[in-house]
């Protein structure tokens, strides 16, 4: 398990280990993925909430609905698992949270509410197979999702989201395919990566934002 991890020592790591990866590090500089703080009792309840509220819509969409749930179940900066708990179907909704996101929503709120789920503190012990496997019995929360939550909140070094689309493109371009590239390809290529693909990922991201575009997250089920 991370404690945390030099991002110089791994670029540096990337660098010598994949040519074409170091072109384009080269090209977009120094990596400033930096973790999420923890900031108050319910971290690990905002990210997740965060990350439901976010699949498959734009950035732009998954905000505008965040930041409406935000103003009706706020505990100082943090959405608060008990106040929206407290929140009816239909509060929900007018927030434009979608059915089954309401679902996952409540069902996410009384896993940490009753102690389903592992508490921030105890998944920071966790490997990340581990955690994996406690979040995604939460209903609306998958892979990805979890995946998501080891890069940018426990701060693990390897983690290699096959499904992000946006992961997906940058791939592609940076290796220059001209076919879409399988998990299972994309699995391959980064073996050598290793211990270091939360940093390449960071990579990824970053030639599709070169592109000006845009990838939705993945469903839960991913």
Known sequence: MSKGYDKVTAVRYLQVADPQLRAHIDAVGPCTLTPTPDTGPHTLFDRLASSIMS?????????????????????????????????????????GISRPKVAALRDLADAVRVGRIPTLAELRDYDDDEVITSLTTVRGIGRWTAEMLLIFLLDRPDVFPVADVGVRRGFERVLGLDTTASPAMMLER?????????????????????????????????
Request: glycine letters at 2%; aromatic letters at 6%; charged letters at 25%.
């Open 55 to 95: 699949q498959q819509l734009s950035v732009k969409a998954a905000a505008t609905i965040a930041g409406r749930l935000r103003e009706r179940a706020m505990s100082d900066t943090q959405l608060d698992p008990d106040r929206v708990a407290a929140l009816s179907d239909e509060e929900l909704r007018a927030c």
């Open 190 to 222: 980064s073996a050598s990566w290793a211990p270091y693909r939360s940093v390449a990922s960071w990579y990824l991201w970053r030639a599709v934002d070169q592109t000006g575009e845009s990838a939705p997250a993945p469903t839960s089920s991913t």
